[in-house]
């Protein structure tokens, strides 16, 4: 983000595994002219296992032999297991999903350390905010399930590099499903993005956690994070002081909608924002929308929870709470908007997902 916010690819294994990852491979390919017995498009299922047991090492190497156009869906299973790597899903292979097989979301780990401002390895530059992230989804219909996502860029190394944004996950697709995933940095660590700005895009975050300081939910999608935990993380130095949300949101779209979750951490008391606006590129046409609804906030959240950014004040903006509980919570104030009964009928995650349901298949 702007002002104060701010490829590893293996080839498939040898021998056995060869052939079993081309059979795969076929597989894929089947069900997109043919379909299932039943006539409806049928999940492939891809294995990645970093001790060589899976088709894959990698699990780019995996996404890598997806088809360009693909369109069924196809499961990317990942076994238990760090993989240092940057995976990117490109908006060619639709209705991907990235999964653990493993007991619990900690078992299976995607991580990289790439920042804003790391320098890529051509000498072309830098990698920028969206070009950090460990995990980039582009693709319509992605989907990730019991994994983790982070990005353990190391902020108090690099106090001399400009760009300090390190990113987790990108989204920049519609119809984003997440599902008992943990996605964990510092500063700017889930992006929830669209393909442009004249594009729509709806994400829905569910039984999930989300860790960071700054910024660390941010980006133009309509989102929904559903009955998850939002998790407050101290700054590199050991201070508490952050910002949960920063939307960038089209006029014309909704933007974040936080519910039925819990927002803790182990921060000093009133230490943290619920949000700012973010107008990117300093666009002026945007609105930028967040609201808590139902949620238990610790602490840590500020009596007055929202903020000014790079010029433009919140109270331009659409800032909302709604029936929050905890020792974070407020009441109505000028500086605390709650919505009316009537006005939360319409913020509703049905609202949000306009006609979308959300399903593993």
Known sequence: MAANRRRSTAA???????????????AVVSVQAHGSA????????????????????????????????????????????????TVKIPATKQNVTLQGSGSGRGDTVIVYDNASGTQKPDGSGTYGTSGSATVAAEANGFQARNLTISNDFDEAAHQNMSGLQAVALRTAADKVFLDSVVVTGDQDTLLLDTAS????????MTNSYVVGNVDFIFGRASAVIDKSVIT???????????????????ADRKGFLIN????????SAASFYLGRPWHAGGDASLDPMATFRNTTLGAAIKSAPWTDMSGFSWKDDRFAEYRNTGPGAGSASSNRPQLSDSQAAAQETADWLAGWTPSAS
């Open 197 to 204: 700005k004249a594009t729509s895009g709806r994400v829905y």
């Open 12 to 26: 498939p294994r040898q021998g056995r595994a060869l052939v079993a990852g081309a059979a795969a491979l076929v």
């Open 38 to 85: 039943s006539g409806a498009p049928a999940a492939s299922t891809l294995t990645v296992a970093k001790d060589g047991t899976g088709q894959y090492t990698t699990v780019q190497a995996a996404v890598n032999a997806i088809p360009a156009g693909n369109t069924a869906r196809v499961i990317v299973s990942v076994k238990p297991g760090t993989y240092r790597e």
């Open 260 to 267: 039925n979750s819990t927002v803790n951490g182990d921060v």
């Open 232 to 250: 407050l993380k101290k700054r590199w130095d050991g201070s508490s002081a952050g910002y949960i949300t920063a939307p960038s949101t089209a």
